[in-house]
């Protein structure tokens, strides 16, 4: 049971690439979101799913996109990406209001 | 917009001290949580709280729902070196189980 688990953990991007983070829970749970976390921000939601085939925007969600095409696998795009976009971005699934959160991806945008 | 905010935003205390770590907001949640995050990890979920004065106790850690279910406390008592990290609070409206997170209140113990 491994819980909730994102790909890759560290990624470096010059500005104007895209690049598409996964994240895969195996606890059956409808919701999951996506997040990003920077120093002094806390965490900000970007995009969230309330099952399989919906998506939602979030407070932050300019610059990404999302698919959840199946109920256990969450997709963050950047379509191309920008040095604001520099940050720690976290997955977290739930059935109610207990969120669980995957291990982060740590991106870098130069 | 719902906002928590949290106090205080860093605090350091040596082993064996009692600490108060407090979330307050000016909306009504119908559930309160608190998660702690290690460095390079993600937030692990302590407690849900869901009734406005409701007290529980996991081990050293006490957490109180406000009875007017705007804000909450954590209490750890005799701090130790393992309770260092980031201390989140987060709260749901009614209705939604989406999360307003506090920006964090982040602790050090010193042995």
């Known amino acids: 049971n491994a819980g909730v688990t994102q790909t890759p953990k560290f990624r470096v991007l010059k500005t104007g690439q895209s690049m598409t983070l996964l994240c895969a829970q195996d606890?059956?749970?409808?919701?999951m979101y996506w997040y990003r976390q920077d120093p002094g921000m806390g965490l900000r939601l970007i995009h969230y799913?309330?099952?399989?085939?919906?998506?939602a925007k979030g407070e932050v969600p300019d610059g990404y996109n999302v698919s959840r095409l199946k109920k256990q696998n969450f997709l963050l795009g950047l379509e191309s990406a920008a040095p604001s976009q520099t940050s720690v971005y976290f997955c977290?699934?739930?059935?109610?209001?207990?969120?669980?959160f995957g291990p982060g991806t740590r991106l870098t945008v130069t | 917009t719902q906002l928590l905010e949290q106090s205080p935003q860093f605090l350091s205390i040596q082993e064996g001290e009692n600490l108060t770590v407090y979330c307050n907001s000016s909306?009504?949640?119908?559930?309160l949580q608190w998660y702690r995050q290690e460095p390079g990890e993600g937030p692990v979920l302590l407690v849900t709280v869901v009734t406005g004065g409701e007290v529980k106790k996991l081990k050293r850690l006490t957490f109180q729902f406000g009875d007017a279910r705007k804000d909450s406390s954590l209490h750890i008592t005799a701090a130790q070196p393992g309770d260092t990290g980031l201390y989140l609070c987060?709260?749901?409206?009614?209705?939604?189980?989406?999360?307003?997170f506090g920006k964090g209140t982040k602790l050090s113990v010193i042995p």
């Open positions: 909306s009504v949640f119908s559930s």
């Open positions: 977290a699934s739930s059935g109610r209001y207990e969120q669980y």
């Open positions: 987060a709260g749901a409206g009614a209705g939604s189980y989406q999360l307003t």
């Open positions: 606890m059956n749970h409808e919701y």
């Open positions: 799913s309330v099952g399989e085939g919906t998506t």
